[in-house]
């Protein structure tokens, strides 16, 4: 028996030699190895006490019990209550790699930001009552004050259909039997996020869901795209991200429109100044945390230019035009091409090749880099055109893939990943909401870092599922699997900052402050939790 229980632990050891953990952890502190066994012992505590415990009422969408990793949506009022959630929130996080910059920001502080602005109208195909509220979505943008109105609701009877109303007073005069202003606020907000009953019942599929989902940018898009409110969102953007320990992020900012509203309510801010305020309010934010003594906490930001693959091979050329010309003009911001939108359904990758090679070429001879940093494989497919963008992806010489999420179908370009050093943005909540995966249990990220492909923890557009920051990401991962310890979270955290843009002394500047942040976590867990033998 002691020949077979050596055989044993030696099989279980060859078998995890290529996780992307596994050199960390055969190297950690005695300090860590004390922190893992105490965050050990409270997930299984949590498994037992807080996901097995009896319901005193069913959930009602989604699984009918709870089990760690379950559906986002109905377990997030679970999860936050959790104390591995507690530390978790304490974690230096490092970088946020994929994340869509119109989605960043909470959809109540959005709607509050936009309330401020009297530029800001409102309006709808038909009036709202009761019989349309759950089926009408509203368009917001900023007017020119010439066009601005002084009509008061879009509930009355009288409202004349696709007429502007002042988003403020459209909320002062919401019917009373509609909920008044607190009802305003829930048919909007509802109308930029998803909820358990639509991910888990009415469209629960990847195409139903897909719609919902594609829908809440239309709302959303025209209460953030006017320049004094996308300055404020920019700005807690990167607040809230530092709150929740993320010290440098990388957005994928949408430039399919050439120009957005300014100032005045024109439709007249191209690129280049869209680029010149998010600078500005980097370095606004940069230099505040340096005045409060919390430099270490935020290093920084770059840019991935993005554009929707809706469009011909023939108009992708003039965004690749602008994308040169932007990273010329922002060099310390644009780091980065993706074309963006649901794989299923949109253009496949080899649609675009003869642009994408040329556009290469053309940094050769202008000697920049704007390395393709390729959403491929977010798709349940087996060979379909989103599955094959992969192939696509990887021949044209992408850094990093977006989601991957059929990436384990394929043996061999897991190796090349493997060999060619390209990290996976992987998204565990966006995924499951989404309905590429039931729960986090079923979710192929075990495999991909147990084949030795490296992996940064994403995000994705957490104001629609309500993931904020990245400590669900984080604690979605951890609880569904008895591997992950300490040594995870640790490579997890420095991997999205070894793959991320920042240039090597960037790098080295990053992960100096993260030694720090981290070594405080380390001695959080043990003073806080370490003493304690009942850990429930």
């Known amino acids: ?26 190297n950690l502190s005695v300090e860590e190895r004390r922190a893992d066994e105490i965050l050990r012992r409270i997930r299984t505590s949590e498994a037992a006490l807080v996901w097995s415990a009896p319901q005193v009422q069913k959930p009602q969408h989604g699984s009918q019990q709870l089990f760690p990793g379950m559906e986002f949506l109905t377990a997030r009022e679970t999860i936050v209550g959790t104390q591995l959630f507690n530390i978790l929130s304490k974690m230096p996080k490092g970088g ?27 309006r709808v195909p038909v009036a709202i009552s009761e019989s349309t509220i759950k089926t009408t979505l509203p368009e917001c943008s900023a007017l020119p004050r010439s066009q601005w109105t ?3 609701s879009i509930t009355e009877a009288a409202y004349e259909p696709k007429s502007w109303v002042p988003l403020q007073n459209a909320r002062d005069n919401f019917d009373a039997t509609l909920g008044g202003p607190e009802g305003f606020d829930r048919w909007i907000l509802g109308s930029m996020t998803i909820d358990p009953s639509e991910a888990y019942g009415t469209h629960n599929t990847t195409g139903e869901i897909w719609k919902k989902f594609q829908s809440t940018f239309y709302v959303s898009e025209g209460l953030i795209f006017y320049e004094p409110v996308l300055a404020e969102y920019i700005r807690e953007f990167f607040y809230s991200s530092i709150e929740d320990g993320i010290s440098y992020v990388e957005p994928r900012m949408i430039f399919h429109a050439k120009y957005i509203r300014g100032a005045d309510g024109e439709m007249n801010l191209p690129h280049s100044a869209w680029l010149q305020l998010y600078d500005r309010i980097l370095e606004e934010v940069k230099a505040d945390m340096k005045t409060h003594g919390r430099e270490d906490e935020f290093v920084g930001s770059k840019v991935i230019y993005s554009i929707l693959r809706i469009i011909t091979p023939e108009e992708l050329e003039w965004y690749l035009d602008d994308c040169i010309a932007m990273k010329q003009q922002f060099p310390h911001l644009i780091c980065g091409f993706d074309l963006v939108g649901h794989e299923d359904t949109l253009r496949p990758l080899i649609d675009y090749a003869a642009p994408l090679l040329r556009f290469v070429d053309r940094q050769k001879e202008l000697g920049i880099e704007i390395p393709f940093m390729f959403h491929a494989g977010e798709t349940l497919g087996d060979g379909t055109m989103a599955d094959v963008n992969l192939y696509d992806a990887i021949l044209l010489g992408t850094k990093r893939i977006g989601h991957g999420f059929s ?16 990290c996976v943005e992987v998204c565990p909540i966006s995924n499951e909401i989404l309905r590429l995966t039931g729960s986090m249990p079923m979710h192929p990220l075990p495999a991909v870092m147990n084949q030795g492909v490296h992996v940064a923890l994403c995000s994705d557009d957490p104001s629609i599922f309500g993931n904020m920051g990245l400590t669900f990401d984080f604690y979605q991962v951890f609880v569904a699997s008895e591997v992950n310890g300490i040594a995870t979270l640790h490579e997890l955290v420095w991997d999205s900052i070894r793959y991320s843009s920042l240039d090597a002394h960037e790098k080295m500047h990053a992960f100096e402050k993260l030694e720090r942040r981290w070594a405080v976590f380390v001695r959080y867990i043990l003073d806080t939790y370490g003493d304690n033998d009942d850990i429930s």
């Open 96 to 122: 946020l790699l994929h994340a869509h910059l119109g989605a960043m920001v909470r959809a109540d502080a959005l709607l509050r930001l936009a309330l401020k602005q009297p530029a800001i109208h409102i």
């Open 150 to 152: 002084t009509q008061s």
């Open 1 to 26: 028996m002691d020949n077979y229980l050596s055989n044993r632990q030696q099989l279980i050891a060859d078998d995890r030699a290529l996780r992307v953990d596994a050199a960390y952890q055969r």
């Open 407 to 422: 990436l384990i179908k394929h043996p061999k370009l897991m190796e090349i990943c493997r060999q060619k050093d390209i």
